[in-house]
């Protein structure tokens, strides 16, 4: 069974600052996805990561894939409190699952 | 890009009835679509897979008697609530894949059963 596990569940930064949020998965995938959630809406496609070492990045926002560590991070850069919001990770093996999210609270 | 719509956006009903919602890829054909629920400041959780033509494959724990499928045609997929219970409150998402394997998110509904 694909499990998908994201790290930290909560996080709170100050704007300025750098951070990163992880994502651990269990089972070999061809493609994983950063999304981000703002409250009472659906899903914001960020990053569509499709092979190994693949990096993307958009605005203050960064996203790699290692594959064989089966591990993604999507990193921060200079928070700004719009940047708040929800942020999921999810992986597709038959279908998509996601894992558990990070709320970001960015302050001032 | 490829758009989903998801109607009604949102709705209220009495416990006991019963509420379809829809879901529309409006510019690809989605041979498969997917449903998810969300309960507050929780994750997507995978309900049900459906393809056009066939019977829904439903999640571990999903009760398919209560929540029905139909995926009639390669653009529109239905979701009804079954004999609705205040527990059944959620957000519920649809996606639709699309010949390239792409998956693109519906804006969801809100389902409030009072």
């Known amino acids: 069974e694909l499990k998908v596990e994201q790290n930290p569940l909560f996080l709170s930064m100050q704007e300025g600052k750098n951070y990163t949020i992880y994502c651990n998965y269990s089972t070999t995938s061809d493609r994983l996805y950063w999304y981000r959630q703002d409250p009472g809406k659906s899903l914001e496609s960020l990053f569509v990561l499709l092979s190994n070492g693949a990096v993307k990045q958009e605005g203050r926002l960064m996203a790699s894939l290692d594959t064989k560590a089966r591990l993604s991070t999507l990193h921060i850069t200079a928070a700004v409190h719009d940047l708040s919001a929800t942020y999921f990770c999810?992986?597709?093996?038959?279908?998509?699952?996601f894992g558990a999210g990070t709320r970001l609270t960015v302050k001032p | 890009g490829a758009v989903v719509s998801q109607h009604p956006s949102r709705v209220i009903c009495k416990s006991g009835t019963s509420v379809k919602i829809e879901c529309r890829s409006l510019?690809?054909?989605?041979?498969?679509m997917f449903w998810y629920r969300q309960f507050p400041k929780q994750s997507l959780m995978l309900m049900a897979t459906s393809n056009e033509g066939s019977k829904a494959t439903y999640e571990q724990g999903v009760e398919k008697d209560k929540f029905l499928i139909n995926h009639a045609s390669l653009t529109l997929s239905t979701l009804t609530v079954t004999s609705a219970h205040p527990e059944d409150s959620s957000f519920y998402i649809c996606?639709?894949?699309?010949?390239?394997?792409?998956?693109?998110f519906g804006p969801g509904t809100r389902l409030t059963v009072t």
């Open positions: 996606s639709a894949r699309d010949p390239g394997y792409e998956q693109y």
């Open positions: 999810a992986v597709v093996f038959n279908d998509m699952r």
């Open positions: 510019d690809f054909q989605a041979t498969t």
